[in-house]
């Protein structure tokens, strides 16, 4: 009888072991996400010279709210990322809700590998973030701790204090099917002194997305303000009006 009681208190202990694993386990999510963009376009601006980018990354969240992350895609390359053809995004933040609303703060840094060729200074941004998310509705304020994209490197022109809003809906139409727009507005300090043709820009994104088996197949009409305020590296303005094309899947 005591072998028993010792047999049958052991498989319990075991049981609530498992149990006790399982539920650590149950703690973290690891997800990853890939696409295919005929163009990439970045607060309204290709980045790929109008041309296809393939992306992709993995999100490592926590139950308590934390999270860290990484993004990549190609890029045009050339003189526009000072000899860099890949952007490699890197952030960490912190989810929690407050009332209805999910609110969201970080800080994300965008590296592009191989663009301090030449000898030039290595192009990067780094920013810090803070949003907000209610029912369909989300918005996001990016604060540059850099100079914007490394506009006044090497001179005495001082571009931090940048700043990027972002206003988004989305809703979900059932059956699949769903719609998106955006609202964007980008400030750069000191921005025609380091030769842009304004210190702000605005840009905008009205799309539609179907989920076809975990595939999203979408469609995005993208715009901006201001068409010359980035360039491509043959000199084309890089925010003309255009549609976007997409799939992609997160797993």
Known sequence: MKKNALLAAALSLGTVTVALAEEAKSDWTITGNAGLYSDYRFRGFTQTGYKPAFQGGFDVAHASGFYVGNWNSNVEGGNLFRGASLEMDLYGGYKYALGPVTMDAGLLHYAYPSSNKNGQKAL????????????????????????????????????????????GVAKDLGNGWGVNGHYGYQYVKNGKDVGLVADNVSDYRIGATKDLSGWVVGASLVGTSKKDFALTNSGKDGGKTGIVLSLSKTF
């Open 124 to 167: 990067k941004q780094t920013e810090i973030y803070l949003g907000a998310a209610y029912d369909i509705f989300t918005a996001k304020f990016s604060y540059g701790l850099t100079n914007f994209f490394g506009a006044g490197d090497g001179t005495s022109t001082n571009t931090k204090g940048n700043y990027y809003l972002d206003l």
